[in-house]
């Protein structure tokens, strides 16, 4: 029976809602089974757009007036217009002041990070940088990760993932790790083991973050169990690390590791632990060469196979497959599962087999009823992959008006970090050059840049220097700025995958988050579309007066159970 729910609890119930869309999925098989995986998803990535088959069913929407702050005014009547409900500076405001509760209602789980069998001195570590309790994502990947399982995890953006693997990788290798018991492999006191974990990354600024995160947690005195591998700096500075070092660890981006590993620079033979951060994106087509290498070279011993194939001799001495993302199309699924030893779907309180979850009967593992809608060719709505805090509007205007609709959503809102996304890397410097001349600061931010200009920016915006960070899709993965109040899109984005993860730089861990999306009126059906795939409420908005004027009702979603 058709049930309507506000959206905010769609959102809230989104992880029992089945996958929306899968993608199509028809490769012949290639040599072996690492180069079958990635030219199965490779394809299929490319081929998502809004233009892919929608899908009704167990989703479908309503117009019914939701019965909180926001009201529903028709925005061509003017006086209509003047009773709508102002979101103005003064409540924004208050809205930065109840940051802390704001946090403390994030995805925190109940248990500490001591129940889920750390050991004594990552705990300490923890608490010394002030993470005293883990995540429903940590809470549920921790102790499966420990137990060697092979694993995708999969929970919305700014849930805390980094540290949904980084916690095992730390808990059994380097010097925060579990007392090695007799016979453990990469036990032996005192003795370096060479790499034991790679980590990959889409891009150089994913890549560094990780890598300040797993330092964080290391402690100054052990940096040098981790080495950077991003592309974009020196590469013989890389390889001076590698052999003066010999860091445990290394984490980079697909090509300069591949380059490293097929230089004979890295070697990643004996490596326990292989994690493919932003999985989807890594397995895409762009990255299908270095991907190969590195899927047919990272932990793979010789005579692992001697011992049987699921034994748990050969699945300690083979390497432990990680791979996260916010996103996981049912390709990445069926990926993995053709590859994988037994990999477990891995998402907030939840673990299930990925060999049970099927196109027609998906990533959902819910109360509610199979997909009515078994086409194949869906992917996994990105319902589960929003943080429900999240805000979503969008403004129309004309093309030359954009950036002055900009400028005027960054007042309303009062916002102070804001990430405005474009699809085209040449109109970047235009619109900064524009916000400029209107006294915002302002910087352009993307893969042209090099290392030193990017890192810059970067530090700038996080530092509060720069206040609207114009860039493109290059941000839109990974990147963690915790302050981040406002993402705007000003160019649409290709398909609900890409908004939800340009969504997702803003209202990280629990936090409030805007998103707006400023388009033209011919534009305005894909904005229906996306409202639609994504499962969320996006109502048109003005900003007038320094205030944003809602002048759309919002949507509420009706769920078939
Ligand atoms: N248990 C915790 N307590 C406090 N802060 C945490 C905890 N876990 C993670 N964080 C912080 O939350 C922020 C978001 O974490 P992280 O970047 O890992 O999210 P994510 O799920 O990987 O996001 P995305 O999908 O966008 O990559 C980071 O700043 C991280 O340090």
């Not at 992880?15 to 490769?27: H, Q, V, Y």
């Not at 109940?110 to 994502?137: D, M, Q």
């Not at 230089?263 to 299908?288: I, M, P």
């Not at 060999?355 to 589960?384: D, H, K, Y």
């Amino acid at each position: 029976m058709p049930a309507l729910i506000s959206t905010r609890l769609l959102l809230l119930v989104g992880e029992s809602l089945p996958i929306k869309r899968f993608l199509p999925t028809s490769r012949t098989a290639w040599l072996n089974s690492s180069v079958r995986f990635l030219s199965q998803v490779a394809p299929d990535h490319a081929s998502l757009t809004l233009s892919s088959p929608g899908f009704k069913g167990e989703t479908e929407t309503s117009y019914k007036t939701k019965s909180n702050k926001l009201k529903h005014w028709n925005s061509s009547s003017e006086a209509s217009k003047k009773k709508a409900k102002a979101i103005g500076i003064n409540e924004v405001k208050a809205v930065g002041a109840k940051k802390t509760q704001q946090i403390e209602l994030g995805p925190f789980a109940a248990k500490s990070f001591s129940e889920l069998g750390l050991p004594p001195l990552l705990i300490e570590r923890l608490e010394n940088e002030g993470f005293t309790v883990p995540t429903e994502v940590q809470s549920a990947a921790i102790p499966t990760i420990l137990k060697h399982n092979d694993v995708v995890i999969q929970s919305y953006t700014g849930s805390g993932k980094t540290l949904a693997y980084l916690l095992p990788i730390l808990s059994d290798i380097g010097p925060l790790r579990n007392k090695p018991s007799e016979g453990d492999i990469g036990a032996e006191p005192g003795k370096k083991m060479g790499i034991e974990a790679v980590v990959v990354a889409p891009s150089r600024e994913l890549g560094m973050q990780i890598v300040r995160e797993f330092e964080k947690i290391l402690g100054p005195a052990n940096k040098k169990v981790v080495q950077q591998l991003v592309g974009g700096a020196n590469r013989s500075r890389q390889e001076e690390a590698l052999k003066k070092n010999k860091p445990a660890i290394v984490i980079g981006t697909p090509g300069r590791i591949a380059e490293l590993s097929a230089a004979g620079k890295l070697q990643t033979h004996g490596c326990r632990f292989l994690v493919l951060d932003e999985v989807d994106e890594l397995l895409s087509f762009n990255f299908r060469e270095d991907m190969h290498r590195i899927l047919e070279h990272v932990g793979r011993k010789s005579g692992a196979a001697m011992h049987g194939p699921k034994s748990p001799i050969a699945r300690r001495a083979e390497r432990q497959m990680i791979m996260v993302s916010a996103t996981v199309p049912f390709s990445v699924v069926r990926a993995v599962r053709n590859w994988g030893c037994d990999p477990l779907l891995v998402q907030a309180k939840k673990v299930t087999p990925l060999e049970t979850i099927s196109p027609s009967q998906p990533v959902n593992l819910s109360r509610s009823a199979p997909s009515s809608n078994p086409n194949p060719n869906m992917v996994q709505g990105a319902i589960e992959s929003l943080p429900p805090a999240l805000k979503h509007y969008y403004c129309v205007t004309k093309l030359q008006h954009k950036v002055d609709t900009l400028r005027r959503c960054v007042h309303a809102l009062d916002a102070k970090f804001v990430i405005a996304f474009m699809n085209h890397t040449k109109q970047l410097k235009d619109v900064v050059f524009k916000l400029e001349a209107r006294g915002m600061k302002a910087a352009e931010l993307h893969g042209d840049l090099g290392k030193l200009a990017r890192s810059t920016t970067l530090k700038k915006f996080k530092n509060g220097e720069v206040r609207v960070l114009v860039t493109n899709e290059l941000s839109a993965r990974g990147l963690d700025v915790a302050e981040c109040d406002l993402v705007v899109n000003l160019d649409l984005p290709t398909d609900s995958i890409h908004y939800a993860h340009r969504a997702g730089r803003t209202g990280r861990l629990g936090r409030n988050g805007t998103v707006v999306t400023i388009c033209e009126e011919p534009e305005v059906f894909v904005v229906k579309k996306l409202q639609k795939q994504l499962g969320i409420s996006v109502p048109s908005c003005e900003f007038t007066e320094g205030k944003l004027l809602v002048t759309e009702e919002e949507k509420l979603t009706t769920v078939r159970s």
